[in-house]
């Protein structure tokens, strides 16, 4: 059963969500936090760097594994997420650099071995940090889930994967041209992502109705990856009024 909470708008949306990583935190201030890129969580970081800034709040004892990167794209290339995760939450606030994680999409060569390296090696980080306590997600409006795209399986681990021309279209606003996205990345999978304890995901905008619908309500389906969160124990949507809309119509 997925709980929902549904804010009046984007802002009060991010503030909840910062609120309960920074109750995560405190109850337990060496956390291991899964966490999410895109442009949804970029105002929960923003809250979240007030507050370690203002005294209020310290994540210098978390640990932190990224759900995915693009192949090919170095740490320093500014539309990385090893290079978003920087800007918007590493280099801003006491998180130690060191205790962070992302997987290494620059070591991947197309065609060659080293991909499925890079997944189990990060699969066995994850592992040896006995596993994520608290893990945040955005969707995509086609329902992905970290890059885990539609035809993706419930179990699926951390791998390599082609990025649906949805995908590319729609982060092809980060880039100077959507010829410049990368067309894969490594991506902790759906059975990755179900094994943290709990599952927090934030869905804000009218962009994101439908795969909000069919997560919630629709049937547990490769088609929507997000659906597979219906079979987690602990999971969460905070939405806003925009991206709920369909759902109060459909109860
Ligand atoms: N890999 C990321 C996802 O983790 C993210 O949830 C999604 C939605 O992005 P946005 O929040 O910008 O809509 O797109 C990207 O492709």
Redesign the pocket.
């Known amino acids: 059963m997925i709980r929902l909470e549904v804010m009046p708008d984007h802002e009060s949306a991010s503030q909840r969500v910062a609120d309960l990583i920074a109750d995560q935190v405190q109850r337990n201030p060496v956390s291991v936090l899964g966490l999410?890129?895109?442009?949804?969580?970029e105002r929960t970081y923003a809250i979240l760097s007030e507050r370690v800034c203002s005294g209020a709040l310290s994540l210098s004892q978390i640990t932190t594994f990224n759900?995915?990167e693009y192949v090919g794209l170095s740490a320093e290339h500014p539309q990385s997420y090893h290079a978003y995760m920087r800007r918007h939450l590493f280099d801003v606030t006491d998180v130690r650099l060191e205790k962070t994680h992302l997987p290494d999409g620059a070591a991947v060569e197309t065609g060659g071995h080293s991909g499925s390296r890079v997944c189990e090696a990060y699969e066995r980080l994850i592992d040896e940090a006995g596993g994520i306590d608290w893990q945040l997600?955005?969707?995509?409006?086609n329902g992905?889930?970290?890059?885990n795209e539609p035809g993706s399986a419930g179990d699926s681990v951390t791998r390599i994967v082609e990025l649906a021309e949805a995908?590319i279209e729609?982060?092809s606003r980060y880039f100077d041209s959507p010829d410049e996205v990368p067309r894969q990345?490594v991506t902790m999978g759906i059975g990755s992502i179900m094994n943290a304890k709990r599952i927090v995901l934030i869905a804000t905008g009218a962009g994101k109705v439908n795969a909000v619908q069919q997560a919630v309500r629709g049937p547990m389906t490769p088609d929507l990856p997000a659906s597979f969160l219906q079979r987690h124990p602990d999971v969460t949507f905070i939405l806003d009024e925009a991206a709920a809309s369909e759902l109060e119509s459909s109860r």
Request: proline share 5%; net charge negative; glycine share 24%.
């Open positions: 999410a890129t895109g442009g949804t969580p759900l995915d997600l955005g969707l995509g409006s992905h889930i970290g890059f995908t729609a982060n990345a």
